[in-house]
Each structure stands twice: as C-alpha cells, then as structure tokens.
C-alpha cells in the first residue's frame, strides 16, 4: 500500500519557523516530483512548492524566500522548511507525488497525496 504521511504541523506566532516532513513507503518516490499543496477554511487548495528527481526546485511567488523544499531519497521523504510565517500560511498542508516529470500546480496531476497536516500561524 502507497502511503505518504505528513508530521511537523503545528501551532506558531507570526515571524516563527516550521519544517514539515512527509514519509513515503510502500514505493520507492526517488525518481517522482513531490510537490507541497496547502488549502485554507473555504478556500481551494492551492500549491506551495515543489522539487523535481534532480532537486529543480519551483515555489508559488507568495512563499519564494521564505519556504525551502527538500528532500532525502535515502529516507524517502521530502521536507518544508517555512520561515517568517504569515497568518496567510494557515492552511492543511498537503504532500503530493507526481510520476511524471516535470513541474506543475495541477492538483489533478499528482498521483498520490498524503492526509495533511495543520499549520497554525498566529498573529
């Protein structure tokens, strides 16, 4: 069974740092994009950022700076490292594996997606 399992969420005052982890087992992600989505109360959810098989890295302009995507094919996880966090950052954060190559912010094209977790950021 293909799971992706997001940690790291929490509760933090405006101008603090998180970092987000997201497990992969069942396949090996290596050679997938993974990508971080996020969705707000009553909003759509929308992309963050994402890091290609060779580490190309492409951010949503709204984070670019602030957000640094990563990942460990050793451990099979990828990582959101967010610093300087808005209240606008509130959301369910959401990791996605894509199996095509390639960058995009189409929720549709990502093929498998973890359960989220939430990130609180307080003024």
């Known amino acids: 069974q293909v799971q992706l399992v997001e940690s790291g969420g929490g509760l933090v005052q405006a101008g603090g740092s998180l970092r987000l982890s997201c497990a992969g087992s069942g396949r090996t992600f290596s050679g997938y994009t993974m990508a971080w989505f996020r969705q707000a109360p009553g909003k759509e959810r929308e992309f963050v950022a994402s890091?290609?098989?060779?580490?190309?890295?492409y951010y949503r302009d709204s984070v670019s700076g602030r957000f640094a995507i990563s990942r460990d094919n050793a451990k099979n996880t990828v990582y959101l490292r967010m610093n300087n966090l808005k209240p606008e950052d509130t959301a369910v954060y959401y990791c996605?594996?894509?199996?095509?190559?390639?960058?995009?912010?189409?929720?549709?094209?990502?093929?498998?997606w973890g359960q989220g977790t939430q990130v609180t950021v307080s003024s």
């Open positions: 890091i290609s098989w060779n580490s190309g890295t």
């Open positions: 996605a594996a894509r199996g095509q190559p390639g960058h995009t912010i189409a929720t549709i094209a990502y093929d498998y």
